[in-house]
């Protein structure tokens, strides 16, 4: 499946075993469409907290595993489906899909985030779940991978964040921390402004180098992870880091030269996750 967007998602790419991949696609399926429905078109607020609802009584409907639940809704049973056969296949929790859906939830309900503690809380709702749910499908579910685990997701989602400072912001939504705006001197309308200041590139150094603290605790993770799934885990990683280094290279402008990752990127990438 081809990924032009939820960046962060690692997509049955083809270093995954062959066994696994239906069951990513089933995950992403489900991500994507839900988060579809909170950012994509021209629905109000009402009417996307609505269809999520939907998506809610769907999913709970599965884990209370009514008869033909997947299949109840025609409309939703290409999603439903085969995540209902993904999860009773591999058995998967059905907490981290809820959290999921509460984080695109909480899109459309909360557009500013105070501190750190509240970006985190929201990347333990909106990124975290992915990681756990790779991780039961790769039976690793021991305490120490799912703080690496952790750490990964919420770091590359708020590396997603800082690429997407100028779009978040035409959805009136900021997810750098409130507190840390303002002890650098950073005002929304600078944001709206897109101007590059010294005051900018402090405050971005600083969410750069939070970011880079979390994905270097969590790479060992990679390391323990057998084979082809260790391998693309590095990867992802790596695209992490890759994209921050850009963010550097365009001196924090994010708001004319989002970076991102291109064919001579992913090769140096593949090379830092096999020899590094």
Avoid at 122 to 142: E, F, I, K, Q, W
Avoid at 172 to 180: E, G, H, S, V
Avoid at 222 to 247: A, F, N, Q, T, W
Wanted: proline share 6%.
């Amino acid at each position: 499946m081809a990924v032009d967007h939820y960046e962060n998602f690692p997509v049955a790419s083809r270093l995954l075993p062959a066994p696994l991949r239906p069951a990513v696609v089933a995950i992403y399926r489900f991500a994507r469409s839900a988060d579809d429905i909170a950012d994509e078109g021209d629905a109000s607020t009402a009417q996307r907290l609505a269809q999520l609802v939907q998506y809610r009584a769907a999913l709970e409907a599965l884990a209370a595993n009514s008869p033909n639940a997947a299949s109840s809704q025609n409309s939703l049973s290409q999603i439903f489906v085969p995540l209902d056969q993904a999860i009773k296949r591999h058995n998967l929790p059905f907490k981290p899909f809820l959290d999921l859906l509460a984080a695109f939830e909480q899109d459309l309900t909360q557009t500013r985030y105070p501190n750190d503690e509240s970006v985190l809380a929201y990347c333990r709702l909106s990124a975290n779940p992915v990681g756990l749910l790779m991780l039961h499908l790769y039976n690793t579910t021991d305490a120490l991978s799912i703080e690496q685990s952790d750490a990964i997701c919420s770091a590359l989602q708020r590396v997603n964040f800082l690429q997407d400072v100028a779009l978040d912001w035409k959805k009136n939504r900021i997810y750098l921390p409130t507190d840390a705006l303002a002890h650098f001197g950073v005002s929304e309308e600078l944001i709206a402004s897109g101007a590059c200041t010294p005051a900018w590139g402090a405050l971005m150094a600083e969410q750069i180098k939070q970011c880079r603290t979390l994905l270097h605790f969590g790479y060992p993770l990679g390391r323990r992870l057998p084979g082809r799934i260790g391998l693309e885990l590095r990867l992802i990683v790596h695209g992490g880091l890759r994209i921050l280094e850009k963010i550097e290279q365009v001196k924090f402008d994010v708001f004319t030269k989002r970076p991102i990752l291109r064919p001579t990127d992913w090769i140096i990438m593949l090379w830092r996750a096999l020899w590094r």
